[in-house]
């Protein structure tokens, strides 16, 4: 039973526009978001996150959104660039002592000129 | 060595064979992961280590161990490899208290 879903395994945007990637969640116990972003052949690099008791985290291009009531988040990129083209895995944390993430299954992002 | 490095690379395998994927960080972080990513599946925990002497299974542990001698190393072990275990793996390292992840290079591994 995947806990953590990215239903859109890809996304096709041009370059200086918005690109949206979806995440949703089941577990109602996770209490920290993140964002990881993958270039092939390498490991995965961290990008954003977000606690459970925001609704926003902003950083540069990179907007996360959290949407509790939903069990929602959304990862906004304006405006895009071709180096953004990458997989992007959202994870979750489970709430209490532990560092274990959850994560989805990918969104792999083309950004075009 | 800055970071998190693996070893090897990459490997292809004889089924039944013994693999061990090697990991060494220097961040003193303490705790450390296993992940294997497969196609349409995204990244799974295999197990985990939350401080040196101590580990704990993740959500797909079935014919891997782990051992947590020291804060730096954290080998993964394929006591005898099967063809589902062809995948790419990744280790990953964080402090204690903190949610980011590092991950290093990966691991392509084939059995065949």
């Known amino acids: 039973d995947q806990q953590v879903k990215q239903n859109s395994p890809s996304l096709s945007v041009q370059e200086g526009r918005i690109s949206i990637l979806n995440c949703d969640y089941t577990n109602s116990m996770f209490d920290y978001f993140l964002w990881y972003k993958k270039y092939p052949a390498e490991g995965p690099t961290f990008l954003i996150s977000?606690?459970?008791?925001?609704d926003k985290n902003e950083d540069g291009r990179f907007t996360v959104f959290l949407n509790k009531s939903a069990k929602h988040l959304s990862l906004h990129i304006v405006p895009s660039q071709p180096g953004d083209s990458a997989v992007y895995f959202c994870a979750a944390r489970w709430g209490g002592n532990t560092d274990k993430l959850i994560f989805g299954t990918g969104t792999r992002l083309q950004v075009f000129p | 060595i800055a970071g998190i490095t693996q070893a090897p690379t990459s490997q292809i395998l004889a089924a039944g064979r013994r693999m061990t994927l090697r990991c060494t960080q220097d961040?003193?972080?303490?705790?450390m992961y296993w992940y294997r990513q497969d196609l349409g599946l995204g990244l799974r925990l295999i197990h985990y280590s939350n401080t040196a002497g101590t580990t704990g299974k993740g959500e797909v542990p079935d014919g891997y161990s782990v051992s947590r001698a020291n804060t730096d190393d954290f080998p993964l072990t394929l006591a005898s490899a099967v063809p589902s275990q062809t995948s790419v793996y990744f280790c990953a390292s964080s402090d204690s208290g903190y949610n980011e992840q590092f991950f290093g290079p990966g691991t392509r591994l084939t059995v065949l």
């Open positions: 961040m003193r972080h303490n705790a």
């Open positions: 977000i606690s459970s008791i925001k």
